[in-house]
């Protein structure tokens, strides 16, 4: 029965009218209500699947790959699935013209049914040439070796896809079509037509700009990515600032630091060379040879300076498996301003502190303790360099398994990556006893990413871990290695790095109250940590600008760090708590988050905050 009343209408006349079944009956109103009879009849079950037409692969084999239940009520998009499956398996055999269609029979009373799958085959596809067009700036055999494709093989969809992906890497095409000439017409031999549409091969942009931590800068970066006709990409970049100081928008330096102008400059340059292709070894390995020179200006305390020279090889075996292997040597300076070392600068910033404070009576404990918490976000920056200068080589190797439906916006799926990296320090100066000269470097990363049927919502497992082992008995492993916690990518409840470790934290309990502050200038990096991530998302259906759409999100953190091996016991029974919410915000480039983390169990000894806001774009 249908109301149909969409708008007042001066010519409608209520009442109904019946034209056989359903019945119509029509009212002047503004709604429209539709109520629709159904008669379901008898439900047809299916009892029987019969291959037809084949006369190579035996008809256990096909109904095996088309995974067709039987006694089960027939359904049409089961039935279109298994179509499906079954010409995927025969193309991939090497029947490029195989079809399958399903042909239903009913009984006379409609309650049982047989499918019938009439199957052709047709010819096995041998291929006997392989033809590329379209490449003018590229060499043929650098094409030709990055196929799974060669003459006289069977041709198959999984070739296709794999040389697709392989050509696609090298970064020189805009498109990549491989088919078979006359795909029409059916033949057992076959010329595969490989079409490119190659890039540009040069690019350069232009830069300039002001920030007040960086001053006035101005770069480039050159890309040039066919050379040599070999798919060789080459890219230099620079970019070059000069920190003007300016009063009330930039940061101030104290009198008594007096930088030179060579000591404003900051800098970013680097060269790199290499490719997916490596003919040497097979079309799964890429290399890279990279060259690059840094220095972060942080005033008005210190600027890190590093110059790095690595070699990466890296390998593909399958599409969602990778391995990378990078020796690597790099020169890492820190320069102080004003001081000699860390410490130096630490005491002096808080002896001017108090100082300021009270000129004339003299410091008591609360003055400088309230000074030292000043200054401790800059403590805890520098514990992240590695005091004067040192020369440090590294060989490390990484793998990675990546099973998500997307890598910037994932739903589904899983990811795992494992690091081994074996540190050399070579020279460091001023030198320290405890520092370990040879280190193994290991951190490991597993996630997943259930999809829940309930409101459309994902939940994030993830799990991260990581320690060094000295191998010489040395005490503490070069700063630029040890781990951090605390961030929008770790413990929420926590800025940035600023998780204390947790035998750092019961050495302080041990204290007297009054001495709790000074400890704290001893505090480090960790040498083994442990971080869990539980996180639910909740989208709201709401997207106002296309592919932008907005959902929230509650969180668990679950970790902590520590600066010598935990125990199990201590690893079971230390870990930090933080819950916490926040907004996603998808996007085509990936996930903006605003997320609010809570310290439940916040330690006063040590100053921890009891919330947290961290802002983010990525994924974790």
């Known amino acids: 029965v249908a109301r149909v ?7 409608c006349v209520d009442g109904v009218r019946r034209r056989g079944e359903p019945a119509w009956r029509f009212r002047c109103g503004p709604r429209l209500a539709v109520e629709l009879q159904v008669e379901e009849g008898a439900a047809t079950v ?27 009520p027939i359904s049409y998009r089961a039935l279109e699935e298994a179509r499906g499956r079954l010409t995927d398996y025969l193309r991939e055999e090497g029947y490029a013209f195989a079809r399958a269609e399903p042909v239903v029979e009913r009984s006379p009373d409609h309650r049982r049914a ?40 069977v041709f198959t969809v999984s070739a296709v896809r794999t040389s697709q992906r392989r050509l696609s890497e090298l970064g020189v095409f805009a498109g990549v079509n491989i088919s078979l000439e006359a795909p029409d017409t059916e033949s057992p031999t076959k010329t595969v037509v490989v079409q490119v549409v190659e890039r540009m091969p040069q690019s350069l942009e232009v830069r300039g700009g002001f920030t007040t931590g960086e001053g006035v800068r101005a770069g480039f970066e050159y890309v040039y990515n066919n050379l040599f006709r070999r798919a060789i990409s080459v890219s230099a970049s620079a970019r070059i600032g000069r920190l003007i100081q300016i009063p009330l928008f930039t ?50 305390y210190y600027a890190l300076t590093t110059f ?5 090889l890296s390998a593909r075996p399958l599409p969602a498996f990778s391995l990378t292997f990078t020796p690597e040597l790099q020169y890492i300076s820190t320069e102080i301003f004003g001081a000699t070392s860390i410490q130096e600068l630490l005491t002096s910033q808080v002896d001017q502190c108090v100082a300021a404070a009270m000129p004339a009576q003299g410091a008591d404990d609360t003055v400088r303790t309230a000074c030292r918490l000043r200054f401790e976000p800059l403590r805890q920056q520098l514990l992240r360099v590695q005091e004067g200068d040192s020369i440090i080589g590294a060989l490390r190797l990484v793998a990675a398994v990546d099973r998500r439906d997307s890598a910037l916006n994932p ?33 490991a990363k597993a996630s997943g990413y259930i999809p829940l049927p309930a409101l459309n919502m994902v939940l994030l497992l993830s799990l991260r871990a990581g320690g060094n082992v000295s191998l010489d008995g040395g005490r503490t492993t070069h700063a630029s290695r040890l781990f951090w916690l605390g961030g929008a990518d770790s413990m929420r409840a926590w800025l940035q790095n600023q998780l204390i470790p947790e035998d750092v934290v019961e050495s302080v309990r041990a204290l007297p109250a009054n ?47 520590w600066t010598r091996f935990p125990s199990p016991e201590q690893l079971l029974t230390r870990l930090r708590f933080a819950p916490g919410t926040g907004l996603r915000v998808t996007t085509p480039v990936g996930t903006i988050a605003l997320d609010v983390g809570f310290n439940p169990f916040n330690r006063a000894e040590v100053n921890e905050d009891t919330w947290a806001l961290q802002f983010s774009l990525g994924t974790l």
């Open 251 to 300: 940061p101030a330096f104290p009198e008594q630091i007096q930088p030179t102008p060579s000591q404003l400059l900051n800098w970013r340059l680097s060269l790199s060379i290499g490719s997916s292709y490596l003919p040497v070894l097979g079309p799964i390995f890429g290399w890279s040879v990279d060259v690059s020179s840094v220095r972060l200006l942080q005033p008005p």
């Open 114 to 153: 047989r499918v019938r799958m009439e199957v052709r085959e047709g010819a096995r596809v041998r291929i006997a040439a392989v033809e590329v067009r379209g490449n003018s700036r590229t060499l043929t055999d650098v094409i030709l070796s990055r196929l799974s494709l060669h003459p006289g093989e």
């Open 46 to 72: 299916l009892d029987e699947l019969v291959f037809d037409g084949n006369r190579v692969v035996p008809s256990a084999t096909l109904a095996e790959q088309a995974e067709v239940r039987l006694g089960v």
């Open 308 to 312: 790095g020279l690595g070699l990466t």
């Open 515 to 561: 001495q709790r502050t000074n400890s704290l200038l001893g505090a480090n990096g960790g040498e083994f940590f442990v971080n869990a991530i539980i996180d639910l998302r909740i989208p709201w259906g709401w997207c106002p600008f296309g592919g932008v759409c907005i959902s929230s999100a509650v969180f668990a953190d679950l970790g902590n760090v």
């Open 5 to 11: 009343t969409e708008r007042p209408d001066p010519e």
């Open 411 to 443: 739903t589904r799926g899983w990811y795992l990556s494992a690091t081994a990296e074996l540190l050399r320090v070579f020279s460091v100066e001023p030198a320290n006893d405890n520092l370990a000269r040879s280190t193994l470097h290991i951190r």
